[in-house]
C-alpha cells in the first residue's frame, strides 16, 4: 500500500520539544492520496498549525474504485486493511518525531468509514477522529449492503448493536472524541448516517444530551461535553452535496463553499490529545 507524508517546514514550539501532531486522512472512493490532498487543502493548514499529516492509498487491486471496504464485518473488526494502516502508522513513527499522544484520524465517504473503523479498533493509539460524509458504523457486511447503509443507514436496532460489540470486545475503552461534518443536502451518504453515528458516539462516550447548538451562516454546530471538554461537535452544512466542505471544487468531491472542514477538523483536534 502506498501513502504520502507531509511535514511541516516550520516547527513550532511544542513540536519541537514534544514531536509533531499526526493527522491520518483517508481519501474517499474514486479519490487518490494526492488529489484527496489536494482538493481538503489539509497540508497547507497543516503547515500553518504544524501538523504532520499522513494519507495511505487504497489499493484498485483491492478495489476498482479505491473504496475502503468499511462495510465488510472482518474490516469493521479491525482485520481486513486495518492492520496494513496501522503498520504504516508504526512506521512513521519509528522514522518521525511525532508526539503520540496526538494521533488523530479522519476521512470522507468510504475514508471516513475507515476512519471509524481505525478509531474504534485502536482507540489508545488514536486521540480523536474526523467524519466527514461517513456512513454509520457496523452495518452493511457486503456490497449491496452498504448502498443500503450509504441510502437508509442501519436498519433496526443495528447502530446500537454496532457499539455494544464494541464495547464488548474493549471493556475498558477510553471513550473517542469525534467531530462529524455533514452536508443536508447529500444524496449518496445520506444525513441519516450522521443522526445514527451521533448516537454511536454519544454510547461510546457516556454523554448526554442536550447539545449545546450554535447557528452560523450555512451551517449549524451541535457540541456535546463532558464537562467544560468538548467531547462531540456535529456540523451540519445545508446546500452541501456529497463533497468536502470549503475543498478545491477544481476537482471532484469537493465544493469551495465554506465552512471549510479542514480547519474545523484542526480546530476540534487541537483540544484533544489520549493520555
Known amino acids: 500500500m502506498n ?8 516547527l ?8 509533531l501532531p499526526l ?13 484527496f490532498a489536494q482538493g481538503t487543502r489539509m497540508n497547507l493548514l497543516a503547515e500553518q498549525m504544524g501538523y504532520a499529516v499522513l494519507y495511505p492509498q487504497q489499493l484498485v487491486s483491492s478495489h476498482a474504485q479505491r473504496c475502503w471496504k468499511w ?8 482485520g481486513g486493511d486495518v492492520p496494513t494502516i496501522i503498520g504504516i502508522i508504526n512506521k512513521v513513527l519509528t522514522q518521525c518525531a511525532i508526539d503520540r499522544s496526538r494521533i488523530f484520524v479522519a476521512g470522507l465517504s468510504a475514508g471516513a468509514g475507515m476512519a471509524n473503523i481505525l478509531a474504534l479498533n485502536h482507540p489508545r493509539l488514536f486521540a480523536a477522529v474526523g467524519l466527514h460524509s461517513g456512513p454509520v458504523f457496523g452495518a452493511g457486511h457486503n456490497t449491496l449492503g452498504a448502498l443500503g447503509v450509504m441510502q437508509h443507514g442501519a436498519g433496526g436496532m443495528r447502530a446500537d ?29 445520506r444525513p441519516i448516517n450522521q443522526i445514527q453515528l451521533t448516537r454511536q458516539s454519544l454510547l461510546l462516550n457516556h454523554l448526554a444530551g442536550p447539545p449545546k447548538i450554535t447557528r452560523k451562516r450555512h451551517y449549524s454546530l451541535h457540541d456535546y461535553y ?28 469537493n465544493d469551495h463553499a465554506g465552512p471549510n472542514a479542514s480547519k474545523m477538523l484542526l480546530e476540534f483536534f487541537n483540544r484533544h490529545r489520549r493520555t
Request: net charge neutral.
Open 12 to 19: 513550532t514550539e511544542r513540536a519541537a520539544s514534544k514531536g
Open 161 to 189: 448493536l454496532a457499539v455494544h460489540e464494541i464495547l464488548q470486545r474493549q471493556p475498558q475503552f477510553p471513550g473517542m472524541p469525534a467531530i462529524l461534518v455533514q452536508g443536508q443536502n447529500d444524496d449518496v451518504v
Open 226 to 253: 463532558d464537562g467544560r471538554k468538548l467531547m462531540l461537535r456535529v456540523a451540519q452544512i445545508d446546500k452541501l452535496q456529497h463533497a468536502w466542505s470549503g475543498g478545491d471544487s477544481t476537482l471532484a468531491f
Open 23 to 35: 493527522l491520518v486522512m483517508l481519501h474517499g472512493c474514486q479519490q487518490t492520496a494526492t488529489q
Open 71 to 78: 462495510y465488510e464485518r472482518a474490516t469493521q473488526q479491525g
Open 3 to 10: 501513502f504520502w507524508l507531509y511535514l511541516p517546514n516550520q
